[in-house]
């Protein structure tokens, strides 16, 4: 009997103290790629750094890979506030905020440096206004890379180039660039690129430098232009009822560990990247970097795209995001 007393003792013990150490706050984080690549680690950044600074009261669980949801699937999610944060990459929210398609633009970025200004000016806030009535609000900007074209067999360069290829591509302003040059556009998930290399499917992608590595696709691109026309970034988005709902102590703790991360990962990236370079070129990839020659060419190609995508973007982002090329 009096065993079972303490057991049980024991057991409600655990149990209240299980309550009491509870998180306040959950925040399910999904994101499409893996923890490896350089937005996962600036991802685990976030959580070790918003736990640490709330004392435990809030909790970050992080579903990386597309184990929760991936694509349009995890914007929504975001929307509906089955996910109450993510950082996926921009082309997806350029569905529900048409005008912040400015930032896909071929070569609108022509260095990171212009890209950070951009950031720190608070030109994004502009251009995500719409995805911010729509339900999400964006803390910050996660840099990443430009995202670099990769091949099977053909270098790149010259658009000419691009001619008949398979082209896995990221969102309706870069497949249009890469139908305007000769492709043939495919649309997929991150998560389904690997499956289409190796089934054939594609011929040549879109993704950062690094990515070539970790997720070892040299194995089947064999030729990478390292062509800055579009900077990848990932708008570091959370659900608005949510984040409105929030203890102001903790929103504080949220959005300053998420603006420390995004900068620190300014500098982590650009390693990174260049470390991708050399690393490819060693495993025998042909990596070539465009020369200013070859990008006053290709951007002058992709002249017809900022045409086409104005009346969409608006005359007074356009003007604005001009200064940023200079």
């Known amino acids: 009997m009096l065993k079972s007393l303490i057991g049980a003792s024991i057991a409600a013990m655990t149990l209240l103290g299980g309550v009491a150490n509870a998180a ?8 499409e790629y893996a923890l490896e690549i350089t937005p996962g680690q600036a991802n685990q950044e976030f959580k070790r750094l918003v736990e640490e600074r709330s004392n435990g009261r809030i909790e970050v669980k992080l579903y990386p890979s597309g184990s929760l949801y991936k694509g349009l699937d995890l914007l929504q999610a975001v929307l509906r506030g089955d996910a109450e944060m993510t950082t996926l990459i921009s082309a997806y929210w350029s569905a529900v905020a ?7 633009l071929p070569y609108v970025f022509p260095t990171k440096a212009a890209f950070y200004k951009a950031i720190d000016d608070g030109f994004f806030e ?13 803390l910050t900007v996660l840099p990443f890379d430009y995202l670099v074209p990769g091949t099977r067999t053909t270098p790149l360069r010259e658009p000419g180039d691009f001619a008949g290829l398979k082209f896995r591509g990221l969102g309706k302003t870069n497949l249009a660039m890469l139908k305007l040059f000769g492709a ?45 026309y579009y900077i990848a970034f990932y708008p570091w988005m959370v659900n608005a009822r949510w984040w409105n709902s929030l203890d102001p102590e903790l929103q504080t703790i949220i959005q300053e560990a998420a603006i420390e991360v995004a ?25 070539h970097v465009q020369t200013p020659e070859e990008i006053a060419i290709w951007a002058e190609a992709a002249k017809p795209i900022w045409d086409e995508f104005t009346p969409q973007i608006g005359d007074e982002l356009i003007n604005e995001i001009q200064t940023y090329r200079q």
């Open 263 to 287: 900068q620190k990962n300014r500098a982590v990236a650009e390693a990174a990247s260049d470390k991708a370079l050399k690393d490819l070129a060693g495993v025998g990839v042909d990596v």
């Open 184 to 228: 043939t556009p495919v649309s997929i998930n991150f998560v389904e690129i690997s499956p289409a290399i190796q089934q054939g499917l594609i011929d040549a992608l879109n993704v950062p430098t690094d990515n070539y590595m970790i997720y070892k696709w040299y194995e089947s691109i064999k030729n990478v232009t390292y062509a800055p």
């Open 126 to 138: 502009k251009a995500y206004q719409e995805a911010e009535a729509k339900g999400a609000k964006l």
């Open 24 to 31: 306040d706050v959950t925040i399910r984080f999904p994101v």
């Open 98 to 104: 048409p005008k912040s398609a400015v930032f896909e």
